[in-house]
């Protein structure tokens, strides 16, 4: 089965950074994994930007994907806010980067 990596990047509403970690922590991850074929969800904060010329957003999210449909699964990404059965927060800014990898290469470890 094909495997993915969503790729999220995003930043708080200035002043409400406790808000939006409390809810993309203990909500927004839980709604994602809830959406079939979404595997795992881990977050990431920016310790450094190393060769950029325009600093990243301070939040990554990334999401391990397995299906046969990602079409389907970043549709029900985007419908699901509009049926209630994903909570968006308002403490989310609009400043947003997402993108989906497909599994490209072995896996390389020390």
Not at 16 to 21: A, D, G
Not at 46 to 71: G, H, M, R
Not at 74 to 92: D, K, W, Y
Not at 94 to 109: D, Q
């Amino acid at each position: 089965m094909p495997r993915y990596k969503l790729v999220v990047m995003t930043k708080p509403v200035q002043g409400r950074e406790p808000e939006y970690n409390d809810w993309y922590q203990n909500v927004h991850l839980d709604d994602l994994v809830a959406i079939d074929g979404v595997k795992s969800a881990q977050r990431f904060r920016l310790n450094q930007a190393v060769s950029c010329d325009k600093p990243p957003l301070p939040y990554l999210a990334i999401y391990d994907v397995e299906t046969e449909d990602i079409d389907g699964v970043i549709r029900q990404l985007s419908e699901r806010p509009q049926t209630g059965r994903m909570v968006v927060s308002t403490a989310l800014s609009n400043e947003i980067f997402c993108a989906v990898y497909e599994e490209f290469g072995r896996l390389v470890t020390a």
